[in-house]
Nanobody, 117 residues
Framework: VQLVEESGGGLVQAGGSLRLSCAAS????????MGWYRQGPGKQRELVAI???????NYADSVRGRFTVSGDLAKNLVYLQMNSLKPEDTAVYYC???????????WGQGTLVTVSE
């Protein structure tokens, strides 16, 4: 059973936009934070953007001003609007959930975003 599911990845040309969505199972409750990480080819997984239950957001420097994280954590939903995409944004994007439900951190299986020249 997949408790966290991402959707919205795909192939887009440089300069284009994509919107990723993530839904966490209702069995995960008392969510403190949801967000997005990515892992590009030959790279380590890195933080992209997060949003807390209080509405605070944080972004990687490489995406600030181009990406926007939003969501309704009470409904276990988070989104990532990605604009002005660059080839270096090509990666598998993972949804991450931090909650007061054991095991306290959950990951989705990832969705591939490919940005062509």
């Amino acid at each position: 059973v997949q408790l966290v599911e991402e959707s919205g990845g795909g192939l887009v040309q440089a300069g284009g936009s994509l919107r990723l969505s993530c839904a966490a199972s209702k069995s995960i409750f008392s969510i403190n934070r949801m967000g997005w990480y990515r892992q590009g080819p030959g790279k380590q997984r890195e933080l992209v953007a997060i949003i807390t239950s209080g509405g605070h957001t944080n972004y990687a420097d490489s995406v600030r001003g181009r990406f926007t994280v939003s969501g309704d954590l009470a409904k276990n939903l988070v989104y990532l609007q990605m604009n002005s995409l660059k080839p270096e944004d090509t990666a598998v994007y993972y949804c991450n959930v931090a909650a007061n439900t054991p095991p306290f951190e959950f990951w989705g299986q990832g969705t591939l975003v490919t940005v062509s020249e």
